[in-house]
Nanobody, 125 residues
Framework: QVQLVESGGGLVQAGGSLRLSCAASGRSFGTYAMGWFRQAPGKEREFVATARRSSSITLYADSVKGRFTISRDSAKNTVYLQMNSLKPEDTAVYYC??????????????????WGQGTQDTVSS
């Protein structure tokens, strides 16, 4: 069982930055791929980024490439999402997610087993 707790959301102006953190409890953090998804009002939850258990392998949605960076700290069982050059369309609830990294498939919410409670990020224009 893995529990995920996000922090770091908030309100920022367009062009600004935010850093989200997701602390994971439980064992075997290193065997999980850790991802971030987001959901805007009236829209489906969408993939943002994933750091596979080998943290050198990262995946990003096209909409955030070059602006967002995902990283993980195994000593702290924590994954981060650094978000730069934020746009109003980045406004959403951001969710941390985890899946055992033994099978392919990283872009759909149903591929992840554990979820955090979500943190609201609002980017004003």
């Amino acid at each position: 069982q893995v529990q995920l707790v996000e922090s770091g959301g908030g309100l920022v102006q367009a062009g600004g930055s935010l850093r989200l953190s997701c602390a994971a409890s439980g064992r075997s953090f290193g065997t999980y791929a850790m991802g971030w998804f987001r959901q805007a009002p009236g829209k489906e939850r969408e993939f943002v980024a994933t750091a596979r258990r080998s943290s050198s392998i990262t995946l990003y949605a096209d909409s955030v490439k070059g602006r967002f960076t995902i990283s993980r700290d195994s000593a702290k069982n924590t994954v981060y999402l650094q978000m730069n050059s934020l746009k109003p369309e980045d406004t959403a609830v951001y969710y941390c997610a985890a899946k055992r990294d033994y099978t392919n498939g990283y872009y759909r919410p149903e591929e992840y087993e554990y979820w955090g409670q979500g943190t609201q990020d609002t980017v004003s224009s």
